[in-house]
Protein backbone atom coordinates (compact mmCIF):
# COMPACT_ATOMS: atom_id res chain seq x y z
CA UNK A 1 0.00 0.00 0.00
CA UNK A 2 1.36 3.50 -1.44
CA UNK A 3 2.37 5.99 1.02
CA UNK A 4 0.97 9.27 1.49
CA UNK A 5 3.76 11.38 0.24
CA UNK A 6 2.86 13.84 3.16
CA UNK A 7 3.57 10.91 5.71
CA UNK A 8 6.87 10.80 7.94
CA UNK A 9 7.65 7.57 8.27
CA UNK A 10 10.75 7.01 9.84
CA UNK A 11 11.57 4.34 12.67
CA UNK A 12 15.46 4.31 14.40
CA UNK A 13 14.45 0.80 15.85
CA UNK A 14 14.51 -2.26 13.47
CA UNK A 15 12.71 -4.72 16.47
CA UNK A 16 10.42 -1.95 16.62
CA UNK A 17 9.46 -1.33 13.28
CA UNK A 18 8.57 -5.07 13.26
CA UNK A 19 6.31 -4.97 15.77
CA UNK A 20 4.29 -2.04 14.95
CA UNK A 21 4.12 -3.79 11.09
CA UNK A 22 2.73 -6.76 13.08
CA UNK A 23 -0.77 -4.82 13.97
CA UNK A 24 -0.37 -2.03 11.54
CA UNK A 25 0.33 -3.88 8.30
CA UNK A 26 2.03 -1.95 5.80
CA UNK A 27 0.50 1.06 6.96
CA UNK A 28 3.29 2.36 9.00
CA UNK A 29 2.27 5.70 11.32
CA UNK A 30 2.40 9.08 10.42
CA UNK A 31 4.51 10.08 12.57
CA UNK A 32 8.72 9.25 13.79
CA UNK A 33 9.67 6.94 15.97
CA UNK A 34 12.43 7.36 17.99
CA UNK A 35 14.36 5.21 20.40
CA UNK A 36 17.68 7.03 20.99
CA UNK A 37 18.08 10.82 22.31
CA UNK A 38 20.31 12.44 19.62
CA UNK A 39 17.42 11.80 16.87
CA UNK A 40 14.80 13.28 18.91
CA UNK A 41 16.76 16.08 19.80
CA UNK A 42 17.61 16.99 16.50
CA UNK A 43 14.01 16.62 15.43
CA UNK A 44 13.36 19.28 18.27
CA UNK A 45 16.13 21.84 17.29
CA UNK A 46 14.21 21.52 13.85
CA UNK A 47 11.04 22.48 15.33
CA UNK A 48 11.99 25.66 17.57
CA UNK A 49 14.25 26.91 14.34
CA UNK A 50 10.90 26.84 12.50
CA UNK A 51 9.38 28.62 15.45
CA UNK A 52 7.11 25.85 15.60
CA UNK A 53 5.55 25.10 19.25
CA UNK A 54 5.94 21.20 20.91
CA UNK A 55 3.46 19.69 23.08
CA UNK A 56 4.79 16.64 25.17
CA UNK A 57 2.74 13.71 26.73
CA UNK A 58 4.76 11.54 28.79
CA UNK A 59 2.93 7.94 29.32
CA UNK A 60 4.14 4.66 30.15
CA UNK A 61 1.76 2.99 27.50
CA UNK A 62 -1.05 1.07 27.33
CA UNK A 63 -3.38 3.47 26.22
CA UNK A 64 -6.60 4.39 26.84
CA UNK A 65 -9.31 7.02 26.29
CA UNK A 66 -7.88 9.53 29.01
CA UNK A 67 -4.53 9.46 27.57
CA UNK A 68 -5.91 10.28 24.20
CA UNK A 69 -7.70 13.50 25.47
CA UNK A 70 -4.41 14.51 26.67
CA UNK A 71 -2.70 14.44 23.02
CA UNK A 72 -5.63 15.73 21.69
CA UNK A 73 -5.46 19.05 24.13
CA UNK A 74 -1.61 19.11 23.03
CA UNK A 75 -2.35 18.72 19.71
CA UNK A 76 -4.83 22.00 19.99
CA UNK A 77 -2.20 23.76 21.36
CA UNK A 78 0.80 23.06 19.43
CA UNK A 79 1.96 21.87 16.68
CA UNK A 80 3.77 19.11 17.26
CA UNK A 81 2.85 16.79 19.49
CA UNK A 82 5.63 14.39 20.96
CA UNK A 83 4.52 11.07 22.96
CA UNK A 84 6.52 9.23 24.88
CA UNK A 85 6.07 5.75 25.72
CA UNK A 86 8.12 4.50 28.65
CA UNK A 87 7.45 2.11 31.33
CA UNK A 88 9.78 3.41 34.20
CA UNK A 89 10.92 1.22 36.55
CA UNK A 90 12.24 3.60 39.18
CA UNK A 91 8.51 4.58 40.08
CA UNK A 92 7.90 0.60 40.95
CA UNK A 93 8.89 -0.14 44.29
CA UNK A 94 10.80 -3.49 45.49
CA UNK A 95 7.57 -5.19 46.47
CA UNK A 96 5.79 -3.69 43.20
CA UNK A 97 5.99 -5.62 40.25
CA UNK A 98 6.63 -4.09 37.68
CA UNK A 99 6.07 -7.26 35.17
CA UNK A 100 2.34 -7.23 35.74
CA UNK A 101 1.63 -3.66 34.53
CA UNK A 102 0.64 -4.08 30.51
CA UNK A 103 2.45 -3.72 28.03
CA UNK A 104 0.86 -2.85 24.44
CA UNK A 105 3.72 -1.34 22.17
CA UNK A 106 2.29 -2.01 19.02
CA UNK A 107 -1.37 -1.68 19.42
CA UNK A 108 -0.33 1.95 21.36
CA UNK A 109 1.74 2.44 17.80
CA UNK A 110 -1.99 1.84 15.85
CA UNK A 111 -3.82 3.54 18.25
CA UNK A 112 -1.84 6.96 17.54
CA UNK A 113 -1.90 6.00 13.96
CA UNK A 114 -5.48 6.13 14.04
CA UNK A 115 -5.59 9.28 16.02
CA UNK A 116 -3.23 10.81 13.52
CA UNK A 117 -5.83 10.13 10.55
CA UNK A 118 -8.46 11.39 12.55
CA UNK A 119 -7.10 14.76 13.55
CA UNK A 120 -5.75 15.24 9.84
CA UNK A 121 -9.51 15.96 9.09
CA UNK A 122 -9.92 18.57 11.99
CA UNK A 123 -9.35 21.68 12.45
CA UNK A 124 -6.96 21.09 14.99
CA UNK A 125 -3.47 23.03 15.06
CA UNK A 126 -1.18 20.40 15.45
CA UNK A 127 -0.34 16.49 14.90
CA UNK A 128 1.61 13.78 16.66
CA UNK A 129 5.02 14.19 14.91
CA UNK A 130 7.53 12.23 17.17
CA UNK A 131 6.98 8.90 19.54
CA UNK A 132 9.86 8.39 21.79
CA UNK A 133 10.12 4.63 22.94
CA UNK A 134 13.31 4.29 24.75
CA UNK A 135 15.14 1.50 26.61
CA UNK A 136 16.06 1.67 30.49
CA UNK A 137 19.85 2.04 29.38
CA UNK A 138 19.09 5.05 27.39
CA UNK A 139 17.08 6.57 30.28
CA UNK A 140 20.15 5.84 33.19
CA UNK A 141 23.21 5.57 30.87
CA UNK A 142 24.94 5.20 33.75
CA UNK A 143 23.36 2.65 35.98
CA UNK A 144 19.79 1.90 36.37
CA UNK A 145 19.08 3.23 40.08
CA UNK A 146 18.22 1.11 42.76
CA UNK A 147 14.39 0.59 44.19
CA UNK A 148 15.52 0.56 47.00
CA UNK A 149 14.31 3.53 49.60
CA UNK A 150 17.65 4.22 50.41
CA UNK A 151 19.07 3.20 47.17
CA UNK A 152 21.85 4.06 44.94
CA UNK A 153 21.32 6.77 41.65
CA UNK A 154 20.77 10.15 40.38
CA UNK A 155 17.25 10.97 41.83
CA UNK A 156 14.74 14.15 41.33
CA UNK A 157 13.22 14.38 45.17
CA UNK A 158 10.33 16.52 45.76
CA UNK A 159 9.53 16.94 49.65
CA UNK A 160 7.31 17.15 51.37
CA UNK A 161 4.99 16.82 48.68
CA UNK A 162 5.65 13.38 47.23
CA UNK A 163 6.03 11.71 51.17
CA UNK A 164 2.48 12.01 51.78
CA UNK A 165 -0.98 9.82 50.45
CA UNK A 166 0.34 8.04 47.59
CA UNK A 167 4.08 8.65 48.82
CA UNK A 168 3.26 7.01 51.86
CA UNK A 169 1.88 4.08 50.32
CA UNK A 170 4.55 4.03 47.72
CA UNK A 171 7.54 5.41 49.64
CA UNK A 172 9.82 5.85 46.01
CA UNK A 173 7.27 6.25 43.52
CA UNK A 174 6.97 10.19 43.25
CA UNK A 175 11.20 10.07 43.37
CA UNK A 176 10.87 7.68 40.33
CA UNK A 177 8.18 10.30 38.53
CA UNK A 178 10.03 13.12 39.47
CA UNK A 179 13.32 11.82 38.11
CA UNK A 180 12.18 10.49 34.66
CA UNK A 181 10.31 13.40 34.28
CA UNK A 182 13.41 15.66 34.69
CA UNK A 183 14.89 13.51 32.19
CA UNK A 184 12.18 13.55 29.47
CA UNK A 185 11.50 17.30 29.75
CA UNK A 186 15.44 17.80 29.33
CA UNK A 187 15.60 15.40 26.52
CA UNK A 188 12.13 16.83 24.47
CA UNK A 189 12.58 20.45 26.18
CA UNK A 190 8.69 21.08 25.32
CA UNK A 191 6.56 23.93 25.39
CA UNK A 192 4.20 22.31 27.56
CA UNK A 193 3.44 18.86 29.06
CA UNK A 194 0.19 17.44 29.64
CA UNK A 195 -0.84 15.25 32.55
CA UNK A 196 -4.22 14.15 33.96
CA UNK A 197 -6.04 15.35 36.51
CA UNK A 198 -6.83 11.59 38.09
CA UNK A 199 -3.11 11.96 39.41
CA UNK A 200 -3.61 15.08 40.87
CA UNK A 201 -0.87 14.30 43.15
CA UNK A 202 1.15 13.91 40.48
CA UNK A 203 0.53 17.02 38.48
CA UNK A 204 1.61 19.03 41.81
CA UNK A 205 4.72 16.82 42.34
CA UNK A 206 5.49 17.86 38.64
CA UNK A 207 3.98 21.72 38.72
CA UNK A 208 6.51 22.19 42.10
CA UNK A 209 9.77 20.60 39.71
CA UNK A 210 8.87 22.88 37.00
CA UNK A 211 9.23 25.87 39.11
CA UNK A 212 11.53 25.00 41.92
CA UNK A 213 13.97 23.85 39.11
CA UNK A 214 13.28 26.80 36.45
CA UNK A 215 12.09 24.46 33.97
CA UNK A 216 11.27 26.17 30.33
CA UNK A 217 7.95 24.86 30.25
CA UNK A 218 4.20 25.24 30.97
CA UNK A 219 2.35 22.17 33.03
CA UNK A 220 -1.25 22.03 31.62
CA UNK A 221 -3.28 19.29 33.83
CA UNK A 222 -6.36 17.86 31.79
CA UNK A 223 -10.21 16.76 33.36
CA UNK A 224 -9.83 12.92 34.15
CA UNK A 225 -11.72 10.67 31.58
CA UNK A 226 -14.51 8.35 32.76
CA UNK A 227 -16.38 5.55 32.14
CA UNK A 228 -20.17 6.27 32.31
CA UNK A 229 -20.37 4.49 35.71
CA UNK A 230 -17.64 7.33 36.66
CA UNK A 231 -15.05 4.96 37.00
CA UNK A 232 -11.86 6.68 35.95
CA UNK A 233 -9.70 5.27 33.23
CA UNK A 234 -6.93 3.79 34.29
CA UNK A 235 -3.74 1.43 31.89
CA UNK A 236 -4.77 -1.23 34.79
CA UNK A 237 -8.75 -1.23 34.68
CA UNK A 238 -7.90 -3.78 32.01
CA UNK A 239 -6.90 -6.45 35.36
CA UNK A 240 -10.66 -5.40 37.22
CA UNK A 241 -12.63 -7.98 34.89
CA UNK A 242 -16.69 -8.28 34.90
CA UNK A 243 -17.02 -9.00 38.96
CA UNK A 244 -14.48 -6.43 40.24
CA UNK A 245 -15.43 -3.81 37.68
CA UNK A 246 -18.93 -3.68 39.01
CA UNK A 247 -17.29 -2.83 42.26
CA UNK A 248 -14.41 -0.54 41.46
CA UNK A 249 -16.93 2.33 41.10
CA UNK A 250 -17.19 1.99 44.82
CA UNK A 251 -14.89 4.95 45.32
CA UNK A 252 -15.94 7.50 42.82
CA UNK A 253 -19.22 7.52 44.47
CA UNK A 254 -17.75 7.61 47.95
CA UNK A 255 -15.93 10.86 46.39
CA UNK A 256 -19.12 12.28 44.72
CA UNK A 257 -21.14 11.43 47.98
CA UNK A 258 -18.91 13.85 50.01
CA UNK A 259 -18.95 16.62 47.27
CA UNK A 260 -23.08 16.50 47.68
CA UNK A 261 -22.47 16.84 51.46
CA UNK A 262 -20.18 19.83 50.68
CA UNK A 263 -22.81 21.55 48.44
CA UNK A 264 -25.54 20.85 50.64
CA UNK A 265 -23.42 23.25 53.33
CA UNK A 266 -21.15 21.19 55.26
CA UNK A 267 -17.33 22.06 55.64
CA UNK A 268 -16.00 20.34 58.62
CA UNK A 269 -14.22 17.28 57.76
CA UNK A 270 -16.19 14.94 60.49
CA UNK A 271 -19.15 15.25 58.36
CA UNK A 272 -17.67 14.94 54.76
CA UNK A 273 -15.85 12.02 55.81
CA UNK A 274 -18.74 10.11 56.99
CA UNK A 275 -20.25 10.64 53.87
CA UNK A 276 -17.67 8.79 52.40
CA UNK A 277 -17.55 6.06 54.98
CA UNK A 278 -21.14 4.96 54.76
CA UNK A 279 -20.98 4.35 50.95
CA UNK A 280 -17.71 2.71 51.18
CA UNK A 281 -19.03 0.50 54.22
CA UNK A 282 -22.84 -0.48 52.80
CA UNK A 283 -20.98 -1.47 49.60
CA UNK A 284 -18.08 -3.49 51.45
CA UNK A 285 -20.98 -5.07 53.81
CA UNK A 286 -23.25 -5.99 50.56
CA UNK A 287 -20.17 -7.77 49.65
CA UNK A 288 -18.76 -9.63 52.43
CA UNK A 289 -22.50 -11.02 52.57
CA UNK A 290 -22.39 -13.11 49.24
CA UNK A 291 -20.93 -15.84 48.84
CA UNK A 292 -16.78 -16.31 47.66
CA UNK A 293 -18.09 -17.23 43.82
CA UNK A 294 -19.98 -13.89 43.54
CA UNK A 295 -18.29 -11.16 45.44
CA UNK A 296 -15.58 -8.35 44.62
CA UNK A 297 -14.05 -7.33 47.91
CA UNK A 298 -11.25 -4.41 48.23
CA UNK A 299 -9.56 -2.98 50.79
CA UNK A 300 -9.59 1.57 51.47
CA UNK A 301 -5.85 2.73 51.18
CA UNK A 302 -6.97 6.38 51.97
CA UNK A 303 -9.43 8.71 51.78
CA UNK A 304 -7.97 12.53 51.82
CA UNK A 305 -9.89 16.03 52.13
CA UNK A 306 -6.91 18.33 51.25
CA UNK A 307 -5.42 21.58 50.65
CA UNK A 308 -5.74 22.07 47.10
CA UNK A 309 -1.99 23.30 46.76
CA UNK A 310 0.00 21.57 49.20
CA UNK A 311 -2.16 18.60 49.77
CA UNK A 312 -2.30 18.87 53.63
CA UNK A 313 -5.25 17.64 55.41
CA UNK A 314 -8.15 19.86 56.60
CA UNK A 315 -10.49 20.25 59.29
CA UNK A 316 -12.30 22.17 57.64
CA UNK A 317 -13.00 23.49 54.14
CA UNK A 318 -12.71 27.35 53.68
CA UNK A 319 -15.56 27.50 51.00
CA UNK A 320 -13.24 30.55 48.98
CA UNK A 321 -10.27 28.05 48.51
CA UNK A 322 -12.09 24.99 48.10
CA UNK A 323 -10.26 21.41 48.94
CA UNK A 324 -9.23 18.27 46.66
CA UNK A 325 -10.68 15.07 47.63
CA UNK A 326 -8.82 12.02 47.03
CA UNK A 327 -8.87 8.57 47.57
CA UNK A 328 -7.23 4.94 46.57
CA UNK A 329 -8.43 1.32 46.78
CA UNK A 330 -7.17 -1.92 46.22
CA UNK A 331 -9.68 -4.69 44.51
CA UNK A 332 -8.24 -7.56 45.82
CA UNK A 333 -7.57 -11.05 43.53
CA UNK A 334 -11.33 -12.92 43.27
CA UNK A 335 -11.54 -15.74 44.99
CA UNK A 336 -13.46 -18.57 43.00
CA UNK A 337 -13.43 -17.80 39.35
CA UNK A 338 -16.02 -19.11 37.67
CA UNK A 339 -16.07 -21.05 34.34
CA UNK A 340 -16.79 -18.80 31.31
CA UNK A 341 -16.39 -15.72 33.54
CA UNK A 342 -14.76 -12.42 32.36
CA UNK A 343 -11.83 -12.13 34.75
CA UNK A 344 -9.86 -9.79 33.08
CA UNK A 345 -5.96 -9.92 32.22
CA UNK A 346 -4.22 -12.08 34.68
CA UNK A 347 -7.40 -14.15 35.50
CA UNK A 348 -8.48 -11.84 38.29
CA UNK A 349 -5.31 -12.92 40.69
CA UNK A 350 -3.89 -9.82 39.96
CA UNK A 351 -4.87 -7.33 42.80
CA UNK A 352 -5.30 -3.49 41.12
CA UNK A 353 -4.86 -0.49 43.01
CA UNK A 354 -7.51 2.06 41.93
CA UNK A 355 -7.03 5.72 42.77
CA UNK A 356 -9.54 9.20 41.99
CA UNK A 357 -10.13 12.72 42.85
CA UNK A 358 -12.43 15.36 43.31
CA UNK A 359 -11.97 18.82 43.71
CA UNK A 360 -14.20 20.47 45.93
CA UNK A 361 -14.07 23.73 43.83
CA UNK A 362 -13.69 27.14 45.57
CA UNK A 363 -17.04 29.24 45.87
CA UNK A 364 -18.79 32.45 46.54
CA UNK A 365 -21.67 32.19 48.62
CA UNK A 366 -24.08 32.91 45.75
CA UNK A 367 -22.99 30.09 43.56
CA UNK A 368 -23.05 27.90 46.37
CA UNK A 369 -26.23 28.62 46.88
CA UNK A 370 -27.24 27.75 43.00
CA UNK A 371 -25.40 24.56 43.32
CA UNK A 372 -26.95 23.52 46.13
CA UNK A 373 -30.46 23.97 44.43
CA UNK A 374 -29.10 22.32 41.12
CA UNK A 375 -27.16 19.56 42.66
CA UNK A 376 -24.42 19.48 39.49
CA UNK A 377 -23.17 15.97 38.34
CA UNK A 378 -20.79 15.53 36.35
Do not use: W
Not at 290 to 313: G, K
Not at 333 to 348: H, K, S
Amino acid sequence: MAAAPNLIRKIDNTPLREAVRKVAGTKLPSFNIYSKVAPLRKARRDAMLAGESVGFVPTMGALHAGHLALIRHAAQENRHVYVSIYVNPTQFGVNEDLRSYPQTLAADMEKLRRLNMNYSKEDLRGQITAVFTPTTNVMYPSFQPSSEIDGHGSFVTITPLSLILEGASRPVFFRGVATVCMKLFNIVQPDAVYFGQKDIQQTLVIERMVKDFHLNTRVRVVPTVRENDGLAMSSRNVYLGERRRKVATVLVQALRAVRTAFIDGQTERNHLMAAAQKVISDKLEKQQALPPRARALFQVDYISLADPFNLRELEKVDSRRGAVLSGAIRMLPIEEPQAGENTGTGDGQTPVRLIDNLRLEAVTSILLSSLRRKMITP
